[in-house]
C-alpha cells in the first residue's frame, strides 16, 4: 500500500513569503496563528488567506482547499 502524501502549501507559502515571524508580522497575527495554518494545512480566515496568497504568488485555492 502506498501511503497518502499531501503538500503543504501553506508551509511552502510561508517560507516563500519570509518565514513565520514575518507572515504574522505583515498580516497581523500572532506566529502562533501562523505556525497552526501550517500544521492544520490551511489558512483559517479568508481575507489572512487571501493576504497570504498575494505576499507569497500561490493560488488561494492551495491556501485554503474546499475539504
Do not use: Q
Amino acid at each position: 500500500m502506498i501511503p497518502y502524501i499531501t503538500v503543504n502549501n501553506v508551509k511552502f507559502a510561508v517560507r516563500k513569503a519570509g518565514g513565520p515571524t514575518k507572515v504574522a508580522s505583515a498580516l497581523g497575527v500572532s506566529g502562533t496563528s501562523v505556525h497552526n495554518w501550517i500544521r492544520k494545512r490551511k489558512v483559517t480566515n479568508i481575507d489572512k488567506a487571501k493576504m497570504l496568497a498575494k505576499i507569497s504568488g500561490f493560488k488561494l485555492e492551495d491556501l485554503r482547499p474546499c475539504r
